[in-house]
């Protein structure tokens, strides 16, 4: 089962920052917030992720509460092209693992003009 | 970012035949490969892990000897679905694991069993 808890559905204005929240009260020591986004009938794209400081790379931001339960991803200036599901996923990281990713439902954002 | 490709991007096929998807990284080398498949208005449901060079791991529930995985090297696995039949209608995604340990997905392939 997924270890996070997001709403199901969103709107953002075109232009206005996109605040995605998601929790995460389970999270253990050694797992990382990852966050990916689908795009309708596409594979999932990569966006960002953390273990415990802010992360912020050319698309988004990833804001961690200090208790790492829970966290905020950030589309700074959305565009109609940022209409997607997103995923928030924790899961054990660090050198070769590979673990693996369980979906959750994610938020369906819709970006609107 | 790192890119991985699937083939065929959609199949179509009649009931009992069998239908083989290929994955691949096409610019890092990935020991770790996943399969999952995606029904219409679902999430992402995690089939198994492919390792390069031994068995994959199935996920519970998921049939090993009709959805066949190999990883005969760093940059290429394949999923053969063996005697599809209807309900085996889906999205199937991969994704490939580099080397600062993160997941990149294919862009899919829509399999449809008539």
């Known amino acids: 089962d997924a270890k996070t808890t997001q709403p199901p559905s969103m709107d953002c204005a075109e232009g206005r920052a996109a605040n995605l929240p998601c929790n995460h009260s389970?999270?253990?020591?050694?797992?990382?917030v990852y966050w990916y986004r689908q795009i309708h009938s596409q594979g999932p794209q990569y966006i960002i992720h953390g273990l415990k400081n802010n992360e912020t790379n050319e698309m988004a931001s990833l804001i961690i509460t200090e208790d790492r339960k829970s966290s905020t991803l950030i589309l700074p200036h959305a565009t109609l092209r940022d209409t997607a599901v997103y995923y928030c996923?924790?899961?054990?990281?660090?050198?070769?693992?590979?673990?693996?990713?369980?979906f959750g439902q994610g938020t369906e954002l819709s970006v609107k003009p | 970012g790192a890119v991985v490709s699937q083939h065929p991007s959609r199949v179509i096929c009649k009931s009992g035949t069998s239908v083989k998807i290929e994955c691949r990284s096409l610019d890092f080398q990935a020991t770790t490969m996943f399969w999952y498949r995606q029904f219409p208005k679902q999430s992402l449901m995690l089939m198994a892990t492919s390792n390069e060079g031994s068995k994959a791991t199935y996920e519970q529930g998921v049939e090993k000897d009709k959805f066949l995985i190999n990883h005969a090297s760093l940059t290429l696995s394949t999923l053969t679905v063996t005697s599809a039949h209807p309900e085996d209608s889906s999205f199937y995604i991969c994704?490939?694991?580099?080397?600062?340990?993160?997941?990149?997905f294919g862009p899919g392939t829509r399999l449809t069993v008539l």
């Open positions: 996923i924790v899961r054990v990281g660090g050198g070769n693992q590979g673990g693996k990713l369980i």
């Open positions: 994704s490939a694991v580099d080397r600062t340990d993160t997941q990149y």
């Open positions: 389970t999270i253990s020591g050694n797992e990382y």
